[in-house]
């Protein structure tokens, strides 16, 4: 059985950083890709950055400030992918989420909150 289970978020001053984990109990090369999402609150929820199979990092195009703050990385022997994210903003504030998906199908964590906040 597929599960990802996110860890890592919390509380964090404006300029503070965070890593975020998703730990997954198969083998993160099994799937395609695995990403991170986001959920603000009363908005949807939207892409961040995914890692795929072959390592390649694609991030989302409406959030073009992000490759110089949030960056993915993985640990195939934890089976782990991670989202260091640095000089957070309020505006980041939201439910991160990590997904992961072969061909067919795809699996979601519960999430971990971000709050960026003085």
């Known amino acids: 059985q597929v599960r990802l289970v996110e860890s890592g978020g919390g509380l964090v001053q404006p300029g503070g950083s965070l890593k975020l984990s998703c730990e997954v109990s198969v083998n993160i090369f099994n799937f395609n890709v695995v990403a991170w999402y986001r959920q603000a609150p009363g908005m949807e929820r939207d892409f961040v950055v995914s890692?795929?199979?072959?390592?390649?990092?694609?991030?989302?195009d409406s959030m073009k400030d992000m490759k110089d703050r949030f960056t993915i990385s993985r640990n195939g022997a934890k089976n782990t992918v991670y989202l260091q994210m640095s000089n957070l903003k309020p505006e980041d504030t939201a439910v991160y989420y990590c997904?992961?998906?072969?061909?067919?199908?795809?699996?979601w964590g519960q999430g971990t909150q971000v709050t960026v906040s003085s």
């Open positions: 890692i795929n199979i072959g390592g390649r990092i694609d991030y989302s």
């Open positions: 997904r992961a998906n072969d061909l067919s199908n795809y699996w």
